[in-house]
Nanobody, 115 residues
């Protein structure tokens, strides 16, 4: 079993920054992509940013240039630095990793951006 522990959400004014962190534990053997998704009220969950084990990144167009994902394979952690936040970034942010045939999710952390 794999557990994901997220931290770093909160309330911030538009233009501000937040840093989300996620640590994986449990039966870790070969994590493939690791990253972040978000879900706003009344909307479907969507990809924010992911990073492969070899460092390739994939960002949602709306966050390019504002968000930066990083990953530490030795510590099984992934971090999302979010700058220039906008009210439309408000959502619950979920950490995700893929390992083998399984996809694992964290419990989610709320990010609220006030205008």
């Amino acid at each position: 079993q794999v557990q994901l522990a997220e931290s770093g959400g909160g309330l911030v004014q538009a233009g501000g920054s937040l840093r989300l962190s996620c640590a994986a534990s449990g039966s870790i053997f070969s994590i493939k992509p690791m990253g972040w998704y978000r879900q706003a009220p009344g909307k479907q969950r969507e990809l924010v940013a992911t990073m492969s084990r070899d460092g390739r990144t994939n960002y949602q167009d709306s966050v390019k240039g504002r968000f930066t994902i990083s990953r530490d394979n030795g510590k099984n952690t992934v971090t999302l630095q979010m700058n220039s936040l906008k009210p439309e970034d408000t959502a619950v942010y979920y950490c995700n990793l893929v390992q083998g045939s399984g996809s694992y999710w964290g419990q989610g952390t709320q990010v609220t951006v006030s205008s």
